[in-house]
């Protein structure tokens, strides 16, 4: 059963950058597509971007001049960079794997996710 | 930055059937397949419902999920204390080359 597990500080400050960690352990990181989500609290879920196996990466408009998502094969690890954050950043941060329906091209969900990680932005 | 868009809420005795829409557009949920996921108080999101109707290993048949134009909807037959949690729908968007998600409803059983 693949698990994933996110880490990193829950607090930081105003204008600095926020740095998590999701290590997938079940499994191999290889040949699947790793996302980032967050969920501000009481708000709905919000996409920040996925990153391959091989690092080819794809981020949500919206955050994109942001965020660095990047991958260690090695240590079947992959992580978040998101920089200049403000309280509005603030949010519960998740992993999650991207599967694909095997019968129909094009039908991706996420699978697993990791527990979450709340993440403050304060000073 | 919910996309698709959800009743806040919804309700039932023990043994009814509850009925959650999703509406989105055409460049997500009217060109691509939509997943449910369930999310228990304070817990992480489990997938539910994954292309519009199929259910992951170990999810109840009482769930139930269809699609029709740019709409979608859950459906749970047989209300069960255990399903009071948060909902929430999601389809690829073509904009966003990135999944959107619903506004998410929270289900009560009475």
């Known amino acids: 059963q693949v698990q994933l597990q996110e880490s990193g500080p829950g607090l930081v400050k105003p204008s600095e950058t926020l740095s998590l960690t999701c290590t997938v352990s079940?499994?191999?990181?290889?040949?699947?597509?790793w996302s980032w989500i967050r969920q501000p609290p009481g708000k709905g879920l919000e996409w920040i971007g996925y990153?391959?196996?091989?690092?080819?990466?794809n981020y949500n408009p919206s955050l994109k001049s942001r965020v660095t998502i990047s991958v260690d094969t090695s240590k079947n690890q992959f992580s978040l960079k998101l920089s200049s954050v403000s309280a509005a950043d603030t949010a519960v941060y998740y992993c999650?794997?991207?599967?694909?329906?095997?019968?129909?091209?094009?039908?991706?969900?996420?699978?697993?996710w990791g527990q979450g990680t709340l993440v403050t932005v304060s000073s | 930055q919910s996309v698709l868009t959800q009743p806040p809420s919804a309700s039932g005795t023990p043994g009814q059937r509850v009925t959650i829409s999703c509406s989105g557009s055409?460049?997500?949920?009217?060109?691509?397949?939509v997943n449910w996921y369930q999310q228990l108080p304070g817990a992480a999101p489990k997938l539910l419902i994954y292309?519009?109707?199929q259910r992951p290993s170990g999810a109840p048949d009482r769930f139930s999920g269809s699609k029709s134009g740019t709409s979608a909807s859950l459906a749970i037959s047989g209300l069960q204390s255990e399903d009071e949690a948060d909902y929430s729908c999601?389809?690829?968007?073509?904009?966003?080359?990135?999944?959107?998600f619903g506004t998410g409803t929270k289900v009560t059983v009475l």
């Open positions: 999650a794997r991207r599967a694909e329906y095997y019968y129909a091209s094009g039908s991706y969900y996420f699978d697993f």
């Open positions: 079940g499994g191999s990181i290889t040949s699947y597509y």
């Open positions: 990153i391959y196996y091989s690092g080819s990466t």
């Open positions: 055409s460049s997500n949920i009217g060109s691509h397949t």
């Open positions: 292309s519009n109707n």
């Open positions: 999601a389809a690829w968007d073509d904009s966003l080359n990135g999944p959107v």
